[in-house]
C-alpha cells in the first residue's frame, strides 16, 4: 500500500509562486509515474503535470511555462513549483502515484487528500 502526502498549501497572490510536496510512504515494490491533478469547485478533476520515474514530465496546457514538476526517486516525493500563479490555479491540488506492491504485480493507482492551493488580490 502507498500513503501519499501533500504538503505546501497556502494563499498567494497572483504573480506568486508556491511549491507543493507530496511524499510516498508505506509498503510497496515500486513508486512509477507520479503527479499532480486539481479540482476547482463545480469543476472536474484535471491533470495538472505527470513525471516518470525516469524525468518524462506531461503538462496540461494551462500551465505550460508557469508549473514545473519534479521528483526525488530516493525519497519518493514529488514536488510541483508554481510560478506565476492565476486566479484561475485557484483549486484542491492533489498528489497521483501508480505503485506496485510487488514486483510482478499490477501497477495501482494511489491519490494524495489534498491541498488547498487559493490565488487571490
Known amino acids: 500500500q502507498v500513503q501519499l502526502a501533500e504538503s505546501g498549501e497556502g494563499l498567494v497572490r497572483p504573480g506568486g509562486s508556491l511549491r507543493l510536496s507530496c511524499a510516498a510512504s508505506g509498503s510497496f515494490f515500486s513508486i512509477g509515474t507520479m503527479g499532480w491533478f486539481r479540482q476547482a469547485p463545480g469543476k472536474l478533476r484535471e491533470l495538472v503535470a505527470t513525471?516518470?520515474?525516469?524525468?518524462?514530465?506531461i503538462y496540461a496546457d494551462s500551465v505550460k511555462g508557469r508549473f514545473t514538476i519534479s521528483r526525488d526517486n530516493a525519497k519518493n516525493t514529488v514536488y510541483l513549483q508554481m510560478d506565476s500563479l492565476k486566479l484561475e490555479d485557484t483549486a484542491t491540488y492533489y498528489c497521483?502515484?501508480?505503485?506496485?506492491?510487488?514486483?510482478?504485480?499490477?501497477?495501482?493507482?494511489?491519490w494524495g487528500q489534498g491541498t488547498q492551493v487559493t490565488v487571490s488580490s
Open positions: 497521483n502515484a501508480l505503485g506496485r506492491n510487488s514486483k510482478f504485480g499490477p501497477r495501482l493507482m494511489y
Open positions: 513525471i516518470s520515474d525516469g524525468g518524462t514530465t
